[in-house]
């Protein structure tokens, strides 16, 4: 080999470490991008539904405190279910076991007699759902928490 080739070899393999490199860094910085671009898109669905779940639960709590479901009347609860059943599907096991509980709950409440002006002031004291609300609410921080790491 002649020995002008060299320095010839040695720039072209320098330009081609180059380009790798910086091939390579590029590809790492729009993967990266693209993964925490969806991780912020699954968490913010996650927490859409979190939230919907908390309005839809204080909607039909009010409701089951003064009336009861009569008959077969179960449409009252279907967004309840299916909101719960979306859960299943993403959420970790404490935050659907958390909604499950407040799912009874609600059902429970559906069945009882309904509660005077009286009983409800002191139901909002000291009732259960507050506390399972709270309970809930933890379980879905803990998951979103988990999930940015």
Known sequence: ???AYIPAFSALAGAMIGGLTSLSTSWFTQHTQFRNAIRHEEREKLETLYRD??????????????HQIEGEDVSKVVRLYALVGHMRVVSTRAVIDAAVRIESLILDTYLEPNRTVIELRDYARHGT???????????????????IR
């Open 1 to 3: 080999m002649n020995p």
């Open 53 to 66: 779940f908390i309005d839809e639960t204080a909607v039909q709590f009010a409701d089951a405190l003064v």
């Open 129 to 147: 759902m507050k506390n399972l609300l709270t309970e809930f609410s933890e379980a879905c921080r803990d998951d979103l928490a988990a999930r």
